[in-house]
């Protein structure tokens, strides 16, 4: 499913509740992530970063959410980024779409808590073995990158996608079913670092 596509995502919708019966669990965890400084930065970034990080999100959780009444109610885990709390130079359009998530997010948890769905959010740091890092810098400079800011959490090391993943599966199930509209750091104590990498 490509998110930027509306059909795309009627698509999805409609095959996952035809295929299980029922949508009770949503997780937005696709994501584009470009760097350039805020008066260099083409249009085209702003583009695909707000389409893919903010429009997409929106737009599945807009969709699934009739089918979660239905089913009498459900959890929304949105998967957004520290950089959505935090000013990172040569990164404002990344960080301007996941504080637009994080916005979208609460929001729809007050607009929906009285069906019991849940929205929530997890604001990871860097994470390794995705796709993301290497989309952005070039598959010879991921290595580096990662090298670079493990030290700088204060846990010293980068994120695994398991830390993500387990972390979604709490919010997703009934173990929170009194949290909503969290903004939950899941990035090994980076949001309160203050230490810059190296140039």
């Not at 596509?5 to 965890?29: P, Q």
Request: glycine letters at 8%; aromatic letters at 6%.
């Amino acid at each position: 499913t490509d998110v930027t596509v509306i059909e795309d995502i009627e698509n999805l919708v409609a095959a996952a509740a035809k295929r299980t019966g029922a949508i009770d669990i949503l997780v937005n965890n696709a994501g584009a992530m470009q760097f350039a400084a805020l008066d260099a930065a083409p249009v085209s970034d702003w583009e695909l970063m707000m389409k893919t990080n903010a429009w997409g999100p929106w737009q599945l959780m807009a969709h699934v959410v009739p089918h979660m009444r239905k089913a009498g109610g459900g959890s929304i885990v949105n998967i957004s980024s520290i950089a959505g709390i935090k000013a990172f130079p040569g990164a404002g359009l990344y960080c301007a779409s996941k504080a637009a998530l994080q916005s979208i997010s609460q929001v729809a948890a007050m607009e929906n808590a009285s069906d019991s769905i849940r929205v929530n959010c997890i604001l990871p740091a860097v994470v390794e073995d995705t796709e993301l890092t290497a989309s952005a810098l070039g598959e010879e400079n991921v290595q580096p990158f990662w090298d670079k800011f493990g030290p700088l959490h204060p846990l010293g090391r980068n994120g695994k996608p398991v830390d993500i993943a387990d972390a979604a599966l709490f919010l997703a199930s009934s173990q929170s079913s009194w949290i909503t509209g969290v903004l939950l750091n899941v990035d090994g104590g980076r949001n309160m670092a203050t230490n810059r990498p190296a140039d």
